[in-house]
């Protein structure tokens, strides 16, 4: 057996534990399983063992989103009701850890004060995600890079956005996705990917300029 089958065997229960999440009256648990290792098979194929992380942290965002995109597929998305409490839950103790700390706490401290594991936790922040905003996390504080209207939809092409997002070399595409699909917070994407939280901040300010004169009509303006 190649270490490729040797590592997607070993992982398999990592599929099964996010299916049991997913799973409802619309669609049927081995439909999940099927795309949950199509995500698992993307994960591996992605993943640099050189990096300072599990995984298992690495291949949850991307498990997760396959599935997510199936069930939107067929019109829905659904959380047990066990998911949307932990979620909860830990939503309550980021936002302790953050009034306590004046930042976001990282993975790691937030699963110690959740008292779970870190898959756990990146499972329960995606339950609760919030929605799309391009504000950017700069050394605990909250600055707007571009000035994007409001009505993002109104101004960027869906199709378009994708394509440019195709385009971007794989670890600028690796730190869109944790940043702005999978809602994590620079410093965890730092944790995830092996990076410093600068390296995130910079990539991500890159990127962020580099989409918008794509997709907008206007040069973008930075601030001074």
Do not use: W
């Amino acid at each position: 057996m190649a270490p490729m089958d040797d590592a997607f065997t070993k992982h398999l229960p990592l599929v099964h534990s996010l299916v049991k999440r997913y799973r409802g009256e619309y669609a049927e648990s081995e439909d999940l399983f099927q795309v949950g290792c199509i995500g698992l098979l993307k994960a591996l194929k992605g993943f640099d063992p050189g990096r300072n992380t599990s995984f298992a942290t690495y291949a949850v965002p991307f498990i997760a989103g396959e599935i997510k995109m199936y069930l939107r597929g067929q019109g829905t998305v659904k959380y047990s009701r066990a998911v949307k409490q932990q979620a909860g839950r830990v939503k309550k103790v980021q936002e302790e850890l953050e009034q306590r700390l004046g930042r976001q706490p990282t993975l790691k401290e937030l699963a110690a004060a959740c008292q779970l594991e870190r898959e756990e936790v990146l499972m329960a922040l995606d339950a609760s995600r919030l929605p799309l905003s391009l504000d950017v996390e700069s050394q605990g504080q909250r600055a707007k890079l571009l000035a994007v209207p409001a009505e993002t939809e109104e101004v960027i092409d869906r199709l378009a956005l994708q394509e440019a997002l195709n385009n971007l070399p794989e670890r600028e595409r690796q730190v869109m996705f944790y940043r702005y699909f999978r809602q994590q917070t620079q410093q965890q994407v730092a944790e995830i990917l092996g990076l410093s939280q600068m390296q995130i901040s910079r990539i991500e300010r890159k990127v962020l300029h580099k989409l918008y004169r794509e997709l907008s009509e206007e040069p973008v303006r930075t601030r001074s």
